[in-house]
């Protein structure tokens, strides 16, 4: 079997006891030795559900129906066991949060050398490496992983994984959680594997991820696998294709279709935006000012501005604030913070910074240790998206939240469907919400929140996470609904680009404190500040520094 | 320094010392037990008293249960009058509820110094690593231990999504009708967790079926049998200083 590929499916097919349809398949799909591969598809397509059928997960812990074969280096996954398994597929889950294994952050890199009995020095000395790697300080060995932020769970579970030295890895959405300079770092680490080592990717963020893996694969409407071949072709070939299906396509990749669709064609389909001003550089004079004018259009449209309903008057405000997260220490000293009416705000920091605890803090939600806040009660969508949940259906959950705003029960019908129509989730109407995907889960927990407009201030913590490109285009609009209804929203991201967006202002969060406040057009381009405080630059940047340059 | 005695040694220490507790009915006896254990607690671990007196408080109302049934259903408890019958406490039956209250506040303070004085994960590890605990079972206590703190965590978040749906702030501490509508939500957290964990070790090879190494399980020293012999060597030494007394 030396020749045989890293992993292969034949025509699989999943169906969940009691589904009506098959969560996906029959697809057929491989990875190569060596190869790194993104698979994308819309949210609730049955991605996860095809990952763990690789080493048998499904059907022998998680009960379901699975036709068709699967194999692993050429031997069929049925022979052995998902534990006897792990020695040649790292895998890593959506929910990192949920599935640590160890007390402390050094057990839980060495729990899966340990399971392979591997030598104590020889893990030892692993450990060592791989919290290098993913930048983690050697003494947070014996740091207590309960006590970790949402992303540095991430970054230790990113650690546990690539500690393996499996010849395949296997990952669901690595880096949701976070911050841009981080995520960067560690998808190139996960996709630079040595000799014959294999890594299969699932991501909505899929940006970064364009330049650095070999092939893209992608889940269609009908649950079956296309093999897209190379990423620069891929993102060209089949743009019209992965929009419709709300797949999300990186900035580049829109605005080389944005110029197709004017009859400008790029040399050379960019897959990242400095091959796209390249590109834009090297067309003949005649075509780059209409190009130009394309370009200008794109950048305004993926930048927001002030709305129109924006005011002076506040919403809510923090005085001199010591904010600090349930039953945590002091996180955030002497914040200062206002928000006004038809205000929209992006707050962006580094993993740990306090983002999450200065937004509840903002909403009202989080006792301050110090200082004071004015202004009523604010609402907010959290990270984890099923703490929302109380119905026992998705229908019921979004009419629960419009009878909440005051809509009387006659009126609610139209509006509830409407709703469940706008977030694309009336065909799981009846689901459970328990039984959604993690990019469906978080389009009901907006539209629970975003339904009757009944909150003056919003804050959204992480809401792109797990949402593909349709859902992210929905929030987008949401939110700029909701600023020009005059509600003020309060956005917690990593995703830079979404900020800069769909918020008019930034705050960025470092050091204890409040390190800049100003327009996101102005704090999203100081590269300085952005280094100082961990994050990266926005996709758009090099495309709106070409801009400037070219001003006609 | 108690802390950084082997988990194992110091469980069969305190085992033996909870043995002695319950088999000898000598209120002097528990008296010297009780002084030990605070005198390990707050002279070697430099707890503070308070907190070895709050400690006491629980186990204090369990055995005023013990002494309370004493004094009222004497005829059940001939054996324990009996020994009582011998000791300085006036009236048998009231000497017996002194001594299974006495027994009481001894036994919870002996497991108090263990639990105090033990590193959770250190405890498992030896376990497994020297008493062949299950990985399995030993994970899931891992888990388990993870859990408790996420789930004051997940509670809170449910009360506050249901306080927005309500447009008030939650109360500072739910009231029984809220405190009994979140057992379910929170029961299938707990399941929804557990399995997922399940998942997630079993999918890095808990259980392959080859025996598995346990990194930095605690090794066992000489200081660790020294402290055995003194643990067992005090236990003859306060008996027979109890019965010295009048």
């Known amino acids: 079997m030396a020749d045989a590929p890293a992993a292969r499916w034949r025509d699989v097919g999943v169906r969940y006891p009691y589904a009506d349809a098959p969560a996906v398949g029959p697809a057929s799909l491989t990875v190569g030795r060596g190869e790194r591969v993104l698979l994308v598809g819309a949210s609730g397509s049955g991605k996860s559900t095809l990952l763990a059928t690789l080493t048998g997960l499904i059907p022998h812990t998680i009960p379901a129906e699975v036709t068709g074969k699967v194999e692993l280096r050429g031997e069929n996954v049925a022979t052995r066991t998902p534990a006897q398994w792990s020695a040649d597929v790292g895998q890593m889950f959506q929910n990192p949060e949920q599935t640590l294994c160890g007390m402390t952050v050094g057990d839980e890199v060495a729990f899966a050398l340990e399971n392979q009995a591997l030598p104590a020095e020889e893990i030892e000395t692993r450990i060592g490496w791989a919290l290098a790697q993913v930048g983690l300080p050697e003494n947070w060995r014996s740091r207590r992983t309960m006590q970790l932020s949402g992303g540095e769970k991430q970054l230790v579970a990113l650690a ?141 449209a993926h930048q927001a501005r002030q709305s129109a309903s924006a005011s002076t008057e506040f919403v809510a405000a923090l005085e001199n604030a010591s904010c600090a997260p349930l039953f945590g220490p002091t996180v955030l000293r002497d914040v200062s913070l206002a928000v006004r009416r038809g205000e929209t705000i992006a707050i962006v920091g580094r993993n740990g910074a306090g983002k999450s605890t200065l937004a509840a803090s903002l909403a009202g939600l989080l006792r301050l240790k110090a200082g004071r806040r004015t202004g009523p009660m604010g609402a907010i969508s959290f990270q984890n998206p099923e703490n929302q949940f109380l119905a026992g259906s998705v229908r019921e959950e979004v009419r629960d939240a419009w009878l909440a705003a005051g809509t009387d029960a006659a009126a609610a019908g139209a509006k509830v469907e409407s709703t469940l129509a706008q977030w694309r989730l009336s065909e799981l109407a009846a689901a459970h919400p328990f039984e959604l995907s993690q990019g469906q889960k978080r389009r009901l927990s907006l539209a629970i929140i975003t339904a009757g407009g009944r909150w003056p201030l919003l804050v959204l913590d992480e809401p792109t996470a797990g949402l593909d490109g349709a859902g992210r285009a929905a929030l987008e609009a949401e939110i700029r609904s909701l600023a020009a209804a005059g509600h003020a929203v309060a956005l917690v991201t990593h995703d830079l680009d979404f900020a800069l967006a769909s918020c008019a202002r930034t705050v960025v969060v470092d050091g204890g404190g409040i390190a800049a406040d100003g327009p996101s057009g102005a704090i999203l381009r100081d590269r300085a500040l952005l280094e100082r405080s961990g994050l990266a630059a926005p996709a758009l940047l090099p495309l709106l520094d070409f801009l400037e340059e070219n001003r006609c | 320094m108690l802390s950084r005695v082997h988990p194992l040694a110091k469980l069969v220490a305190c085992i033996v010392w909870l043995a002695a507790s319950i088999l000898i009915f000598s209120a002097p006896f528990q008296l010297a037990i009780i002084a030990s254990a605070v005198a390990a607690l707050v002279l070697i671990e430099r707890r503070s008293p308070l907190l070895v007196l709050a400690l006491m408080v629980p186990f204090a109302l369990f055995g005023f249960g013990f002494l309370t049934t004493s004094v009222l259903f004497r005829q059940e408890s001939d054996f324990a009058l009996q020994m009582a019958g011998e000791t300085p406490f ?157």
Do not use: N
């Open chain 1, 160 to 300: 546990a994984l690539i500690a393996q030295h499996t010849p395949l890895l296997v990952v669901d959405e690595p880096t949701a959680h976070l911050a841009p300079a981080a995520a960067t770092h560690l998808r190139r680490l996960l996709l630079d594997r040595p000799g014959d080592a294999a890594v299969l990717i699932v991501d909505h963020r899929v940006d970064d991820l364009a330049g650095l893996v070999d092939r893209v694969a992608l889940i269609d409407a009908d649950g079956s696998a296309v093999d897209g071949g190379a990423p620069r072709a891929f993102f060209r070939a089949h743009h019209d294709r992965l929009a419709a299906l709300g797949i999300a396509i990186p900035p580049p990749a829109a605005l080389d279709a944005a110029l197709r669709a004017d009859g400008i064609v790029l040399a050379e389909a960019p897959l990242t935006m400095e091959d796209a001003v390249a590109g834009l550089e090297a067309l003949p004079p005649g075509e780059k000012a209409a190009a130009r004018e394309i370009a200008s259009a794109f950048a305004t």
């Open chain 2, 90 to 246: 006036g009236r048998e039956a009231f000497s017996a509820g002194v001594v299974l209250f006495l027994r009481a506040i001894a036994c919870g303070l002996v497991s108090a110094v263990f639990a105090l004085t033990t590193d959770a994960g250190q405890f498992i590890k030896a376990l497994m690593a020297d008493w062949r605990l299950s990985p399995r079972i030993g994970y899931a206590l891992f888990s388990a231990m993870q859990f408790v703190p996420d789930l004051a965590a997940e509670a809170q978040q449910i009360r506050l999504a249901r306080a927005m749906r309500r447009g008030r702030p939650p109360r500072r501490i739910p009231d029984p009708l809220e405190t009994a509508s979140l057992i379910v939500p929170l029961l299938a957290y707990a399941i929804r967790r557990a399995s997922r964990a399940a998942i997630a070790m079993e999918a890095r090879g808990l259980d392959a079926g080859i025996s598995r190494t346990v990194l930095g399980a605690p090794l066992l020293h000489r200081r660790d049998i020294a402290f055995l012999g003194i643990a067992f060597a005090l236990l003859p030494a306060l008996w027979w200083v109890s019965r010295l007394t009048p």
